[in-house]
T-cell receptor, first 116, second 112 residues
Framework: NAGVTQTPKFRVLKTGQSMTLLCAQD?????MYWYRQDPGMGLRLIHY???????AKGEVPDGYNVSRLKKQNFLLGLESAAPSQTSVYFC???????????????FGQGTRLTVV | KNQVEQSPQSLIILEGKNCTLQ??????????LRWYKQDTGRGPVSLTI?????NTKSNGRYTATLDADTKQSSLHITASQLSDSASYIC???????????FGTGTRLQVFP
């Protein structure tokens, strides 16, 4: 059981380049999330999805787009990368919304992205 | 403003010793509080989840407490092991939303 898998693990981009981060989960979870983690700050929500074909903006959505064409995959796209998008990106999934008392969120291992 | 503050920022202890990490939050209305362990270069892994009505929850050598009145939580680690070296993140959920407010974490280092 792989859980949540992120691809790639590391990437270096030049300013203005585009890329897509892939998140795949094999737990049949409805909810999926993309977070970024920066030094000295807590994880911040970029975008999330409550089911196949749905997406919604989180706390810091600017400069990113997402798609959830299949239930098990959640893609995060950077159309024109900027140095401010240098960060570690984490994907997570949960069976239900996190407002629930005991709903766990499962995280991937992260993607370290550097934009130069 | 919804905030989660953790202390200390970093902590060094000897193997076998106990330690307690603190979390204060100003999130309102409150739904639940989670503690995660994040190993270097890995994603966070859930340790405990506590709702408003719970004031303690254990997971092996990890025991979390919650005082919803004072908006404080603690994570106590008993008989520390080298594998406990990690960052510990306190996360609070806003009531009736799926929004999580993450603390910046406490970095724990356990030395032999």
């Amino acid at each position: 059981n792989a859980g949540v898998t992120q691809t790639p693990k590391f990437r270096v981009l030049k300013t203005g380049q585009s890329m897509t981060l892939l998140c795949a989960q094999d737990m049949n979870h409805e909810y999926m999330y993309w977070y970024r983690q920066d030094p000295g700050m807590g994880l911040r929500l970029i975008h999330y999805s409550v089911g196949e074909g749905t997406t919604a903006k989180g706390e810091v959505p600017d400069g990113y787009n997402v798609s959830r064409l299949k239930k098990q995959n959640f893609l995060l796209g950077l159309e024109s990368a900027a140095p401010s998008q240098t960060s570690v990106y984490f994907c997570a999934s949960s069976s239900r919304g996190l407002r629930g008392g005991n709903t766990e969120a499962f995280f991937g291992q992260g993607t370290r992205l550097t934009v130069v | 403003k919804n905030q989660v503050e953790q202390s200390p920022q970093s902590l060094i202890i000897l193997e076998g010793k106990n330690c307690t990490l603190q979390c204060n939050y100003t999130v309102s209305p409150f739904s639940n509080l989670r503690w995660y362990k994040q190993d270097t270069g890995r994603g966070p892994v859930s340790l405990t989840i506590m709702t408003f009505s719970e004031n303690t929850k254990s997971n092996g050598r990890y025991t979390a407490t919650l005082d919803a009145d004072t908006k404080q939580s603690s994570l106590h680690i008993t008989a520390s092991q080298l594998s406990d070296s990690a960052s510990y993140i306190c996360v609070v959920s806003v009531y009736n939303t799926d929004k999580l407010i993450f603390g910046t974490g406490t970095r724990l280092q356990v030395f032999p």
